[in-house]
Structure formats: C-alpha cells, structure tokens
C-alpha cells in the first residue's frame, strides 16, 4: 500500500499530538479543569434551557397553537415554563422543609432517651463488664450532647467567619444560576436562529454524508432524553402523590414530606427507590418503629406496583432499554459520577442501544436484499 506524503504527514502529526498530550498530561488536565469551571454557568444554562425547552414545546402544541404570532408565543411559552418551574420548586420546599425541621427536632430531644434505653439494653447483657456499665449509667447523655453540640459549633469558627462564608458560597452559586438562567434565555428565545445558524456551519465545513450521520445520533439522544425525562418527570409525580395518600390513609408521619422525597428520589432508577425508603423509614423511627415497620411494608407493596405496572406504561416503553442495561448504566453511571451519572446513564444507554439496534437492523436488511437481488440474477 503506498502512503502519500499527506497521510504520513497527517500521521506523524497525530503521534505527536499525542505525545505532547501525554507527556504534559497535568498541565492539560488542569487547563481543561479551569475552563470546565468558567464555561460551568453556560453548560448549567444549556441543562436549563434543555428542561425548560420541553415544557415550552408543550405549551406551543397544546395551548399556545392557534396564535400566527410565533415570537410572542415564544416569550409566553417561555414565561409559563420559568412559572411552572418555580411552582414545582417552591412547592416542594413547602412540603418538605418544616416536616424536615420537625424531624430534626424530634431527633435531638429523643436522642437522650434513645441513649438511655441503649445502655439499659447493654445492662441486661451477661458478658458485658460491671464497670463498663456503672461508667455508661452514670453519664449524662443531655448535657453530654449538648457538649458535643457546643464543640462542634465552637470548633467552626467565630460567628463573623462563618457568616462570611456562608455569604460567599451564596451570593457565588446565586451568580452563577443567575448567569446560567440569563444564557438559557438567549437560548431559548433565539434557538430556531441558533438552529439554523448551526445547521449552515455544519453543512459547510462537513462532508454530506457525515452531517447526516451526526443529525441522525442528535436526533437519537434528543428522542432517548427527551422521552426520560417526560417518563421520569409523569412516574415520579405517580409514585410520590400515591406513597403520600397511602401515608395519609395508615395515618402514618411525615406523610407529605417522605411522598415528596419518594417522588424526587423516583428521579433515580432502581436506586432512587431504596434512597426513598431508607430516610423515610428512618424518620419514621423516631416517631414509631411499629410505623417504621409498617411504612416499609407499604412501600415495598408501592414499589411492586410502580415497577409492574406504572414503571413499564409511563418510561418502560418509551425508553425500550431492556431492565439489565438499565442496571448497567444506573451501576456505570454512579460509580463514574455519582447520582448525576445515574441520571445520564439511562438515557445515553438508551441512546447507545438504539443506534446498535437499527444499524444491526440496517445490516440484517441489507444482507437480505442481496441475497434476494442474487437469487434473482441467478434465476
């Protein structure tokens, strides 16, 4: 095979590229980590604008349809999403902080008590040491935790630097969301124009046959994350309003506050499930182990429904990601990113599974289709 002077220069070219790329690997991971962190409140904007783009494309289908003027029902659709964002927002900080603080409360005051029963418990034990259990009796849980309570609060520092920082790190991240809401905006209200704009450049710096490749995968990811977040978005709501009204009829605790959670913790496949369960059972337990008990029973009977007949309906099918590559990417995802990759990894597995399966599909076709041309010929 002769190789034209091009190719060997474009090869040589490459080798060292990446040899500069590995030999100064930490100057170029720090250099990427710092424009990562400065480009943080335009991609946080394009995430906005992503969520904020799917309910806009719903009201101009339902609602805002019949009106000729597109730019004003832009802006509006624009409004009624921010609007119904913050709605979601708020009302899920009503539901779930004063019955957070209640529990907080609660927790500390039956903490001495809880103590208490533990060091009598260990009393009646035979093996445990006499003088170990006269030392435990005769401390005084109350005023040792407050002790601790004191050291804790001591050892962060004056009151003043404390003050500062927590004023820092909030006027910090609400610039930041305030920059990222501002460019979400452009975005949104500018995005056909942005569309085309792109489409031009792509169409004039790239190959036809490559640009039509590239929209069919952005078209893919767009449908597997788009058709997610809609499923998770309806399936949450489901699970979190029937865990509450269940709560509410076997009288148990917290019953507004662990149905918001359930439902936000819904967000996380198969996970988000357990999450849900565990800090409800756990608040519960202050409250009541027998209503901690009967909590979990109920969720289990909750989450048997959610996944057979809910889960299947609402995302199931939507996605078409068989329930083990779903495992799959919940485990990747988390382990390389945490909860944030558990929430991508569904999505581009599914965006993955279904570029294989149409172009294994595509193949098969094709195969087929010269099979049947050969036999014609031969014919």
Known sequence: MNLSSKICLKIGGSIFLLYLAIHYWPSISGLIQT???AAFPLVLGCILAYVLNILMSFYERTILSPFKDKRGCSLISLVAAIVSLLAIVVALIS??????????????SQLPSALDWLVDYISSLDFVSKDLIATLEGIDWKSKIGDVFH?????????VDVVITTL??????????????????????????????????????????????????LQ?????FHRYITGQCIEAVILGTLCAL????????????IGALVGFTALIPIAGAYIGAGVGAFMILMSS???????????CLLQQVEGNLIYP?????????????????????????????????????????????????KSAREAVSTAESQDTDNK
């Open 220 to 224: 893919v990811l767009n449908n597997s």
């Open 151 to 159: 050291i804790v609060t001591s050892g962060i520092g004056s009151v």
């Open 35 to 37: 424009l990562l962190g």
């Open 95 to 108: 539901l779930v902080i004063p019955e957070l603080v209640a529990c907080i409360q609660l927790l500390i």
């Open 289 to 299: 182990p027998l209503k901690a008990l009967i909590f979990l029973v109920f969720l």
């Open 313 to 361: 309906k609402v995302v199931g099918s939507s996605l078409g990601l068989p329930g083990i590559w779903v495992l799959a990417a919940v485990t990747v995802g988390g382990g390389v990113m945490g909860i944030p990759g558990m929430l991508l990894g569904v999505p581009l597995a599914s965006a993955l599974y279904t570029l294989l399966r149409n172009d294994l599909n």
């Open 246 to 257: 269940g709560m509410l009829a076997l009288r148990l605790p917290y019953a507004t506050m």
């Open 168 to 217: 820092s790190s909030l006027m910090s991240g609400l610039i930041t969301l305030l920059m990222a809401l501002i460019f979400s905006f452009y975005l949104l209200l500018g995005r056909k124009r942005l569309a085309a704009q792109s489409t031009r450049v792509l169409r004039h710096y790239m190959r036809p046959h490559h640009y039509e490749k590239l929209m069919y995968v």
